[in-house]
T-cell receptor, first 118, second 108 residues
Framework: GAGVSQSPRYKVTKRGQDVALRCDPISGHVSLYWYRQALGQGPEFLTY????????KSGLPNDRFSAERPEGSISTLTIQRTEQRDSAMYRCASSYDRGGLAGQETQYFGPGTRLLVL | GQSLEQPSEVTAVEGAIVQINCTYQTSGFYGLSWYQQHDGGAPTFLSYNALDGLEETGRFSSFLSRSDSYGYLLLQELQMKDSASYFC?????????FGKGTRLHILP
């Protein structure tokens, strides 16, 4: 079946502009995560959704970053007033299991959105 | 604070066995995962340990010792396609914390 998709795959924007990054998880997956990944580093947790409920947003760097998942499926990560330091790969991942449950846990990552802020 | 430590690079020979270690320090712990990421690709799930002991999946095995806050990934019969970065990750509540990754180089 279809995996996790993200759009756009590449986004170039000017400093101060707002950007919206979209994530379409695997159908039926309960959990959705957003990460930021710098080159040569591991994914950095940003936020987590259980269906439409944002259960953890402790990783969002500041109040310019926000995320939503209004119908429990597609999610949007919005960065307002972008800055050059926001340039990175933004990835989302989905999982069938509800976060925090013990047992088999597989996250499926999307291809990412490469954001470049000029 | 929360941190995961793993070697930055490991080199091994094709056909050999290699072990990638991970030690963690987190305020909470629900389980240890391992992911593989090839250059230009997305991380892909390899294994998950919630309990102490060894989990085996084909050529890959993963071990966890919660008392030692330690785990490792064991790759056997190395193939050139195993050249990639490997990340350990710890679940702490809803948050998942990744290590910085271990770059595995495989020599023919």
């Amino acid at each position: 079946g279809a995996g996790v998709s993200q759009s756009p795959r590449y986004k170039v924007t000017k400093r101060g502009q707002d950007v919206a990054l979209r994530c379409d998880p695997i159908s039926g997956h309960v959990s959705l995560y957003w990460y930021r990944q710098a080159l040569g580093q591991g994914p950095e947790f940003l936020t987590y959704f259980n269906y439409e409920a944002q259960q953890d947003k402790s990783g969002l760097p500041n109040d310019r970053f926000s995320a939503e998942r209004p119908e429990g499926s597609i999610s949007t990560l919005t960065i307002q007033r972008t800055e050059q330091r926001d340039s990175a790969m933004y990835r989302c991942a989905s999982s069938y299991d509800r976060g925090g449950l013990a047992g088999q846990e597989t996250q499926y990552f999307g291809p990412g959105t490469r954001l470049l802020v000029l | 604070g929360q941190s995961l430590e793993q070697p930055s690079e490991v080199t091994a020979v094709e056909g050999a066995i290699v072990q990638i270690n991970c030690t963690y320090q987190t305020s909470g712990f629900y389980g240890l995962s391992w992911y593989q990421q090839h250059d230009g690709g997305a991380p892909t799930f390899l294994s998950y340990n919630a309990l102490d002991g060894l989990e085996e999946t084909g050529r890959f095995s993963s071990f966890l010792s919660r008392s030692d806050s330690y785990g490792y990934l064991l790759l056997q019969e190395l193939q050139m396609k195993d050249s990639a970065s490997y990340f350990c990750a710890v679940r702490d509540g809803y948050k998942i914390i990744f290590g910085k990754g271990t770059r595995l180089h495989i020599l023919p």
